[in-house]
């Protein structure tokens, strides 16, 4: 490169990072990742570095941050807020140790750790102890007041405890705990309102709001991990200084830590980054410190950074990738999910090639198109995901992507109800897509745990006939498996005797593993525990159900009004949307046969007990014969409810037999063994004696 093309190339990205400075400071909308924002900056220092006589007094690396918006009075800090040096590998981490010690003339050097908080920097003015002014960090200089704003902000003491310094500049990091940003996402979609991107730009957004009763909603913090102007005395060591900063009353950061030497900052900072997603908050990395301030005093600074402090960033998790095409996925309820199909990009430590877009709506309102670079996000273990477009970079020809009107695979129609975000293959059963990832469902860990019962099996399967629904699995025989393809005779063998051993299963997995639209496995488990037996769920009447809850709702909300106690209600967690799709699947005569093959195929439920609501039966065994005017699951639910055991024959150890109408030869041996027997009223009598506990 020559030095025109420098100039050139120079030009360009400082415009460019001039441009994301302004979003990302001045609007608060970051169009791309911190990581890609700092390889401009890298690139751009790196060739002002061969170049230094191109070096310009704008030159974004000559100033830090961005202009205070015209809507909030500007502020200038006592003392400029400085900016952290990034280091983003243990090498850069030990570097900044050897120039530490040499600068300092000393052999050993202890650091303070703290988390970096991916939050908003802003410095807090006490006088006599009394909050007087908050300002933003804006361009390290000069901020903005926002001072109304962080009055609002419930950890933020208006006054210090104890012996404040006459003046005290602290500074720290305002930031949103992740599960107040998703509860506010929760409220905002609800509203109609955009969701924010992260818990930073919820947490920027907030704070910069006109309206202070606004802020005041929004549920955010404050750690102080800092100060600026102080008249009065400190102790002299950083983390002692924010020790005395909590004794007054601030919020201090409890992972903070101080440390021996270099190595001792780099386990804190593998320690901390292996419990970053416990934490309640989003980090983007550690900060190291030297503890004694008059080593930092030495050490002094560097441009607007402090040669005494290190942030050492985590790996991104969020990269920028080309969009190369849009597919939908269709799933075992037929919802259709547009899928991102993406030039191979390493994010979070793996590569990834597919990341969902959710929705249609999600796709309008992120403005997805085929062609976009985009940003994708990986967290933990979690599907990768589509964040938002990088528009400046947008190619002439992006197409916009159509939802397709027909099924790709079964050529259905696609339909979307009113009021839903998702679109659906109307095929059901007749869609092999839905077949196969109903029969995926049916077999997974969570569900009947078929080992060996993987997609590319059941592809297979469905698309040469051998399976259709879910009860054809246990017609297969290890000759049939044996001749699919990439099978071994052993691994056929193994399969089977999966497939056998799913047959027990427990009444809650098994309802999770029918894939009823909405029943996931905390509902399956109160399904199964309220009505103790598959016989129960089937038969059961789920409009009288829907309207007694609604009733028992009814009178509840009187109750209140009363303030008297209120009724329990049945079902608790299981709304109208959940029984009414329980009420299309079992009134669905194709789902009846499935379940009636698979009890064929020699399904056993296991009830285990549940937990007896008193004991005044424990220890006792009934078996029930013959017809009562309840049903025979609701009695035994009933008894076990009480602590008795419910058997299926009469024995020396059975207590009670109750008999019925018609009752069968179980009365007769009742009879025969001389074990007591009850009829109806006398059942009825026994299960009434109330709790004497
Ligand atoms: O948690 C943070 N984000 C954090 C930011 C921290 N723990 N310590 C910090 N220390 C400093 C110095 C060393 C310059 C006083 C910082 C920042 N600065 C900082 N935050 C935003 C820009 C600079």
């Known amino acids: 490169m020559d030095q025109a093309d420098a100039q050139a190339r120079l030009q360009a990205l400082r415009r460019e990072i ?49 202009t205070p918006s015209a809507a909030f009075t500007p502020v200038r800090h006592m003392v400029p807020m400085l900016s952290l040096a990034n280091a983003f590998d243990d090498e850069a981490v030990r570097d900044f140790g050897r120039r530490v010690r040499e600068l300092a003339g000393e052999a050993a050097v202890d650091y303070h750790c703290e988390p970096k908080f991916d939050g908003l920097a802003i410095s807090l003015l006490y006088r006599q102890g009394v909050l007087v002014r908050a300002a933003t960090r804006g361009d390290g200089s000069t901020g903005e007041d926002v001072t109304a704003n962080v009055r609002t902000i419930a950890c933020v003491p208006l006054r210090l405890r104890g012996d404040a310094p006459a003046v005290l500049e602290v500074r720290g990091e305002v930031y949103m705990p992740r599960e107040g ?48 102007q102080v008249e009065g005395t400190l102790p002299d060591r950083h983390g002692d200084v924010l020790s005395a900063l909590e004794l007054l009353g601030l919020p201090v950061c409890p992972q903070r830590r101080r440390v021996a030497d270099i190595d001792a900052c780099l386990a804190y900072y593998a320690e901390l980054g ?83 877009l959710h929705n249609e709506d999600e796709l309008r309102r992120k403005d997805v198109r085929v062609g976009d670079s985009v940003v994708v996000r990986r967290a933990g273990d979690v599907i990768p995901e589509v964040v938002r477009v990088v528009t400046e970079r947008r190619p002439v020809d992006a197409r916009v992507f159509e939802m397709p009107a027909q099924c790709p695979v079964c050529g259905s129609d696609i339909v979307r109800l009113d009021g839903e975000a998702v679109s659906r293959c109307s095929g059901g059963l007749h869609c092999p897509a839905q077949v196969k990832a109903g029969i995926a469902h049916f077999a997974s860990r969570r569900a009947m745990d078929i080992d060996g019962l993987g997609d590319k099996l059941i592809e297979q399967l469905v698309d040469r006939g051998l399976v259709r629904d879910v009860a054809d699995i246990y017609t297969l025989d290890a000759a049939t498996v044996a001749g699919l393809e990439r099978m071994a005779e052993k691994s056929a063998a193994n399969l089977v005797a999966a497939i056998e051993a799913s047959k027990q299963v427990t009444l809650a997995r098994f309802v999770f593993a029918l894939g009823i639209p909405q029943v996931g496995e905390e509902i399956a488990r109160i399904l199964a525990d309220h009505f103790h037996s598959l016989g129960a769920i089937r038969s059961a009447d789920w409009a009288a159900l829907a309207q007694e809850k609604k009733e028992i709702q009814k009178e509840n909300t009187k109750r209140r009004g009363r303030k008297e106690p209120l009724a329990p209600v049945p079902l608790p967690g299981i709304g109208e949307h959940i029984i009414t799709s329980l009420s299309t699947f079992f009134g669905d005569g194709r789902n009846e046969s499935v379940i009636e093959r698979l009890l064929e195929h020699g399904i056993t439920l296991e009830t285990p007990a549940p937990e007896p609501a008193d004991s005044t039966l424990a220890g006792k065994t009934f078996v029930i014969t013959g017809t009562f005017s309840r049903s025979r699951e609701e009695l035994t639910a009933a008894l076990q409810q009480r602590g008795a055991r419910v058997t299926g024959s009469v024995s020396r150890n059975t207590d009670f037999v109750a008999v019925g109408d018609n009752p069968g030869s179980k009365a007769d041996k009742a009879a025969q063994l001389g074990i007591a027997t009850l009829d109806e009223a006398g059942l009825m009598a026994i299960l009434e004696v109330p709790d004497s506990r």
């Open 181 to 228: 940003f998703l509860r506010l996402n929760a409220e905002q979609a609800a509203r109609g309102d955009k969701p924010f991107v992260n818990p930073r730009n919820a947490a920027a957004g907030s704070l910069r709001q006109l309206d202070p009763r606004i802020t005041a909603s929004r549920p955010l913090r404050f750690y102080c991990h800092g100060y600026g």
């Open 18 to 66: 001039a441009d994301h400075d302004y979003r990302y400071y001045v609007q608060d909308a970051p169009s791309i990742p911190d990581a890609e924002y700092d390889r401009l900056i890298e690139e751009l220092q790196a060739l002002e570095a061969e170049y230094p006589q191109l070096v310009t007094p704008d030159s974004p690396s000559q100033r830090v941050g961005g």
């Open 274 to 356: 292996a419990r970053r997603a416990e934490l309640p908050y989003d980090i983007d990395g550690v900060v190291y410190k030297v503890d004694r301030l008059d080593l930092q005093r030495r050490l002094g600074f560097v441009a607007r950074a402090p040669r005494w402090a290190l942030a050492h960033k985590f790996p991104a998790e969020e990269a920028v990738t080309v969009l190369e095409n849009i597919e939908v996925q269709i799933g075992r309820t037929g919802a259709v999910t547009p899928v991102a199909r993406l030039a191979p990009v390493f994010v979070g430590g793996v590569t990834v090639t597919n990341a969902t």
